[in-house]
Structures are given as structure tokens and as C-alpha cells.
């Protein structure tokens, strides 16, 4: 990588940005060299990663390429960051002297179009004021993840997020219209807004999905949605079996129904939530809808569905709607977070992956007797599946674990890493893929090549032809040797 020193790098940069826009120095820099992955080392002030040399908070696609063909002449690796709720080491700055390039700053909404019914971010756009401002005009984006309140349209777009309503919107691969993304030799590709097209390969896919490693993504344009709450249909019921929900999900999403939630929890995440009606079981769960007569029949339908199964037993409605309102996670459950974790030194994390119906309830049950045999201290292994489809789903692992005479940094190689290796291994044993939704990051590029296998080439060669002097994320994706 580079041989420029920080300083060097630091001159160059006040050329492209005012003094307010970069930093370099002080706690904001240490952070800047990590995310969610460490956050025990964070809240122990440990660092263990390369700290950067700058964080340069852009306006403007113009100093987005200044930077960019900047780092790319002199091999600097860059960490492209919007709302910096990274979960799998995509923010870590694993290169001496890295540039964070944050695009939170660019926070114009461009456009909300209801006759074209898209509607135009800059890429630092949070994605609760966007559909917040859209829902004021009765429309949604439908997109719900639960770091709604801290994620931007840049890094959703760049890790190919997922909401809560997925079933019913699908990913943001399904919501994603059109965009503008800034190359390392500073090429600006704008990626038009079209409803269809058959014009070669789908090039919005090379960039979705990219977590900063081929292109800076600046502007994005999503599809937006009639939005009617007044018309939502929740449906709860308690069963003993995580094998006869898997069923359940699978009657339901193999009919054709599309429910915006369709969710099962073990006992012990149910627990997690639940634990007022849950009572040790399995919790599965249902939300309909959209247009009156749409919610009501997917609502009836599901309904009937779950009736053939008398092992259910049905729970109040209310209790869901509860549940589905502090879901979200902002800034200050965030914080709450890091306190009880100070506290306690008790820290839970996630893993989640997908496969077909078939395999889902032979890798629950392999993953949830590794995980116990294999692991100390731990205080909570659970699952639910939350997103479905015609021919499979995912699930999602959380795992809680005391902290045990370890120094900070020990943390990820005691607990975390095995964790997700074992979920991981047995994922991809079974044909399934090791990343549903939070990105590869750093953490699961040292399996990248078997999740894609032959078709690897593909991915390896895009690498090569857009960022040829690797100066994009690295680690992050494609393994560094
Ligand atoms: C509490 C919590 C709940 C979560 N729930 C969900 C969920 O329900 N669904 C889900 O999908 N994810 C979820 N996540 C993961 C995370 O929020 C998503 O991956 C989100 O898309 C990241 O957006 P961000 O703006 O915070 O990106 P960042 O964290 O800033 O960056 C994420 C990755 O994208 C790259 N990147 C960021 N901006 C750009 C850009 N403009 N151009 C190119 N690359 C860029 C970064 O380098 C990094 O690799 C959750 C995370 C947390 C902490």
C-alpha cells in the first residue's frame, strides 16, 4: 500500500475539503478504524486496527473523486462509511494510513416523485427521514431494517440491506432503481431510472452489494409504495416445534401469499421478547399489508394456513404490534447497549445466513449442538427466521456469552470467530449462503471463495478491472493473503 507518510496525505486533503470536514486526530479517529465487530474493544478505549490517517466527511461527488483518484495514484486504501452501523468489519481500516471517506454529509433528498412513484437521495440520506418524509405523503420505501434510525441510503444500498417487511418488498435489490457510483480513477457511472430493462447484464448488481470495495455509491433512486397502516393485520401464535414453523413459513410463502412479516423465533430468542406470553416456545409470527382487500385476504389466508396445524395456538394481536414498535434500533438504545455490556461484561452478537426449505431445520439443529458443545460461557444461544421466499429463508443466530479472564482484544478469537465459523461451515455444508444480509466484511472474507465456488471468477474480476490497485476497503470481501 502506500508509502506516503500521514502527513503527507493530511496536506493533500485540505486542498479538497475546509478544515471542518476532515479530521484527523482525537477519539472520532479511533473509532473510525472499526465497527460493531469490535465493539467490546471500543467500549475497553482498546485499538487494535491501523488507525487512519483522516476521516474526510464529503459534500459533493466532485470531492468524492478528487479523493478517490487521489488515493488511487498513491495506493491509499479507502474506507467508504455512511452511517457507520456495520455489523462484519466493513468499516475496519486494516491498512496503515487509510482515508475514511464518509458521505454523511451529502444528506439532500433529490426527489420524492409520487406519479413516477421513486424517489432520489444523495447517498448520506438516513433512511427514517426518507420514509419518514415519504410517509408524510402517504407513501413508504418499504424498507424496515432494524437500524433504520442509524443506517444511510449509501450503506444500504452498498451491503445489500433487508427490512422487516421483506416478504412483502423484498431486499433492496427489489426497491434499487437507478444510481451514481464514483470508480478510483474517478469515472462517475449514473445508472438511469428505468421500470425495466434488457439492455445486457444487470449492471446495478455490480454495485449493490459492493461494501465500499469496488466504487463509492453517491446518489441512490428506490422505488416507493402506496402506505396504508391503518390496514395492518398481525398475527401471533405460540407452538413447541421450530421444525413445524419452518413448515409453517414454507405452506405459507410456497401458496403464494406474500405477508409483509413473516417471522419464527426458538424459545430462547423468543424468550428475548416474548417472555410475557412465550412461556419457553416457539413464537411465529405474521403482519398483512397494503390496499384493504390485499391485507385481508393475505391475513385470512394465512390464517387458514396455520388452522391446519392445531399445535398452534394463537396469542393476542396486540402483543405483536407491541413488539414490532421498539424493534428499531437508534443512537440511544445503541448507547443503553454499550453501558450494559461496561456493566456486565456480558456481549451478544449475530450471525444470520440463508438455504432452501429443505435444509433449514437440519442446519438449525446442527448449528445450535455445535455451538453449545463447542463454545464456553455462554448465556444465550437462539434463532429466528425473518425473511422468506418461494424457496427457502434465513436464519438469524444470537449468541450471548460472559466474558471470562480475557484481556479485550481476546474477545473476538475466544467467542466470536468460532461462532460464526461453526455457523458458517455448517451453512455452506448444506448448499446454503453464509451471508443473508450484513455483508461479507472482513469477518467472513476468509470463506468468500467457497460461498461463490466457480463463480468466483466473477467476482475476483471485477475486482481487478475497477480497482486494480486494490486501494478500495481492503480485506473487506476479497481476502488479503
Ligand atoms: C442494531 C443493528 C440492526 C441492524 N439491522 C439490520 C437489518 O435489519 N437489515 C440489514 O440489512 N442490516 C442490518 N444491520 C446492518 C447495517 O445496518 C446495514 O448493513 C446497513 O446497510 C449499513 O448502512 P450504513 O449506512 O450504516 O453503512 P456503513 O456501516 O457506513 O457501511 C457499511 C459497508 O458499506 C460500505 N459503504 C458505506 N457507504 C458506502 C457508499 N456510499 N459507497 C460504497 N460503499 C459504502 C462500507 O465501507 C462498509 O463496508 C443492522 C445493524 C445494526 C447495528
Not at 486526530?25 to 485499538?47: H, M, Q
Not at 397494503?290 to 394481536?317: F, L, Q, Y
Not at 467467542?415 to 450484513?438: A, D, F, N
Amino acid at each position: 500500500m502506500t508509502t506516503l507518510s500521514k502527513e503527507a496525505i493530511v496536506e493533500v486533503l485540505a486542498k479538497i475539503v475546509p478544515p471542518e470536514r476532515l479530521v484527523t486526530g482525537g477519539p472520532a479517529l479511533n473509532e473510525a478504524s472499526i465497527d460493531r465487530f469490535r465493539k467490546y474493544e471500543s467500549i475497553c478505549g482498546v485499538w487494535t486496527q491501523p488507525i487512519p490517517a483522516a476521516i474526510v466527511y464529503a459534500e459533493s461527488t466532485e470531492e468524492i473523486q478528487k479523493v478517490l483518484q487521489f488515493a488511487n495514484e498513491n495506493k491509499i486504501n479507502v474506507v467508504p462509511r455512511n452511517g457507520a452501523s456495520a455489523t462484519e468489519g466493513g468499516l475496519e481500516t486494516t491498512a496503515e494510513n487509510s482515508i475514511v471517506l464518509d458521505g454523511s454529509f451529502m444528506k439532500k433528498i433529490i426527489k420524492i416523485d409520487p406519479v413516477n412513484m421513486q424517489a432520489t437521495c444523495q447517498c448520506g440520506v438516513s433512511l427514517q427521514e426518507l420514509d419518514d418524509q415519504c410517509r408524510a405523503m402517504g407513501l413508504t420505501t418499504g424498507h424496515s431494517p432494524q437500524s433504520k434510525p442509524l443506517a444511510q441510503m449509501g450503506g444500504l444500498v452498498a451491503t445489500r440491506s433487508i427490512g422487516q417487511f421483506s416478504t412483502l418488498y423484498g431486499g433492496i435489490e427489489d426497491m434499487l432503481v437507478g444510481l451514481e457510483a464514483v470508480f478510483p480513477n474517478g469515472h462517475v457511472a449514473r445508472i438511469k431510472n428505468v421500470p425495466r430493462r434488457a439492455a445486457g447484464p444487470d449492471i446495478r448488481h455490480v454495485v449493490m452489494g459492493n461494501e465500499g470495495t469496488l466504487c463509492y455509491i453517491t446518489e441512490v433512486t428506490v422505488k416507493l409504495f402506496p402506505y396504508f397502516p391503518e390496514n395492518n393485520e398481525f398475527m401471533g401464535y405460540v407452538l413447541d416445534s421450530m421444525k413445524l414453523g419452518f413448515e409453517i413459513l414454507r405452506e405459507v410463502m410456497a401458496a403464494g401469499y406474500k405477508p409483509s412479516i413473516a417471522r419464527l423465533y426458538d424459545p430462547e430468542d423468543g424468550a428475548y421478547h416474548f417472555s410475557h406470553f412465550s412461556n419457553n416456545r416457539c413464537v411465529l409470527i405474521f403482519m398483512a399489508e397494503g390496499p384493504k382487500p390485499i391485507a385481508r385476504a393475505t391475513a385470512g389466508a394465512i390464517k387458514e394456513i396455520v388452522a391446519r396445524h392445531p399445535e398452534c395456538e394463537a396469542v393476542d394481536p396486540m402483543y405483536i404490534q407491541r413488539w414490532f414498535e421498539q424493534l428499531n434500533w437508534d443512537p440511544a438504545k445503541v448507547a443503553e447497549e454499550r453501558r450494559e455490556i461496561a456493566q456486565t461484561q456480558n456481549i451478544g452478537h449475530t450471525t444470520e445466513v440463508s438455504i432452501v426449505w429443505s435444509e433449514i431445520a437440519d442446519l438449525y439443529e446442527a448449528v445450535m449442538k455445535r455451538v453449545r458443545a463447542e463454545v464456553p460461557d455462554l448465556t444465550m444461544l437462539g434463532g429466528h427466521s425473518s425473511h422468506s421466499y418461494i424457496n427457502g429463508t434465513n436464519i438469524y443466530f444470537m449468541y450471548y456469552y460472559n466474558l471470562v479472564d480475557i484481556k479485550p482484544e481476546e474477545e473476538i478469537s475466544k467467542y466470536h470467530i468460532p461462532i460464526k465459523r461453526i455457523i458458517v461451515e455448517e451453512t455452506l455444508k448444506r448448499g446454503g449462503s453464509m451471508c443473508h444480509h450484513h455483508g461479507v466484511g472482513k469477518h467472513r472474507a476468509p470463506w468468500i471463495k467457497e460461498e461463490h465456488g466457480s463463480a468466483y471468477y466473477i467476482l475476483e474480476t471485477l475486482k481487478k478491472a475497477f480497482d486494480p490497485n486494490g486501494i478500495m476497503n481492503k480485506g473487506s470481501i476479497f481476502p488479503t493473503r
